[in-house]
């Protein structure tokens, strides 16, 4: 089992910045992969961005790219989603997740944090 709490999450303007945090406790293995997602109201849920425990390989949707980094700090078990340049459109529930190799899948998920964006 693992648990996943997010925060950083809150109201900034449009052109702002915001740093999301995902800590994770429990049982965790290297070959674990780190996502996060987001839901805008009456949309879908869909990838933001994920990497790696160890920090090697990540990937962003193409939404985001350029504007969000995400990190991962094993010491502290925490994964990051610095967010910049932020929009309207990037106004959502954020949700980090684990994904884990034995089942090819996001087996473990956050409550979320809502990041609103205004104008």
């Known amino acids: 089992q693992v648990q996943l709490v997010e925060s950083g999450g809150g109201l900034v303007q449009a052109g702002g910045s915001l740093r999301l945090s995902c800590v994770a406790s429990?049982?965790?293995?290297?070959?674990?992969?780190m996502g996060w997602f987001r839901q805008a109201p009456g949309k879908e849920r869909e990838f933001v961005a994920r990497?790696?425990?160890?920090?090697?390989?990540?990937t962003y949707a193409d939404s985001v790219k350029g504007r969000f980094t995400i990190s991962v700090d094993n010491a502290k078990n925490t994964v990051y989603l610095r967010m910049n340049s932020l929009k309207c459109g990037d106004t959502a529930i954020y949700y980090c997740?684990?994904?884990?190799?034995?089942?090819?899948?996001?087996?473990?998920w956050g409550q979320g944090t809502q990041v609103t964006v205004s104008s």
């Open positions: 997740a684990v994904w884990r190799l034995a089942t090819a899948q996001y087996d473990y």
């Open positions: 429990g049982r965790t293995f290297s070959t674990d992969t």
């Open positions: 990497i790696t425990w160890d920090g090697d390989r990540t």
